[in-house]
DNA sequence: TTTAATGCAAACAATTTGCAGTAGA
DNA sequence: TCTACTGCAAATTGTTTGCATTAAA
């Protein structure tokens, strides 16, 4: 059994992800860590976040030639993203107002961990400047 | 407005694509466009791959630390993915037997171009291995 | 002829990894 | 004590870019 050990390090990363709303990816997360632990190393938040993401307690958003970002997940706030193609921007869509996909057309015998849902398009502020 | 032209590199890349079924990476792509034509640079394979993708011909497959995975669209056979993170298959999963995802919940005004739906879990094979 | 597309190699950026030292349990 | 975790730097890996050349239109 792998032993998991509580750090001042991995503490923080917990904290800065579950305090920011934006998305921050590990470049963020480790500049915001460092207010607080001005040693910790961008090696190192990069293997907390994968911890986190391992164990369920964090989520990805991945982008082509973006980096990673990273999305804490909290309790009954459970939420997909649409992204803007324009700009970049990420907004959170509620899954309580999506219906549930049913399992019935995955492949025989695949459990489901996780579902990434998202909706890629054009947000109301980038069309506006595309009216030119 | 821009000018689009028919070259031999675009239309292998065309080719290799529609006629994988296995989710290819642009390494992959590239060695099998190099089968026709062995002069093709993996930065021409890139540069098509995302034309290709900005022309909505081709969806992309992102997932950390691995390359992005290229999936012609074939008229008719929408579909989405089911991602086993032990050993990284992809499979298809038909969009017919999901249900449209209302766009009710969505920021004002965002234009929806695209849907990303990914099932994040364990592939049969892999949950077997995983019983030792 | 005109200029988009190419091949090549160098540049980049995000992420991973090896290792010796530090510090939870 | 024991060994997971850390910081650091170097190494990988996937992808992009500059530039001189080639070839569609």
Redesign the interface.
Known sequence: MTMVRQTRQRSAVIEVLQTSRDHPDAAQVHTQVREKLPSVSLGTVYRTLDALVRDGVVM?I???GQA?RYDYKRAGEHHHH?V??ACGAI?D??AA???Q??A?????????????????????GC?EKNRA
């Open positions: 990805t991945e982008r082509t990673t649409a803007c193609r907004f869509v509620p107002a999506l219906p996909p049913p019935a057309a995955l492949p025989a015998g695949f459990q489901v961990t996780d579902v990434h849902l998202e909706f890629m398009g054009v947000c109301a069309a």
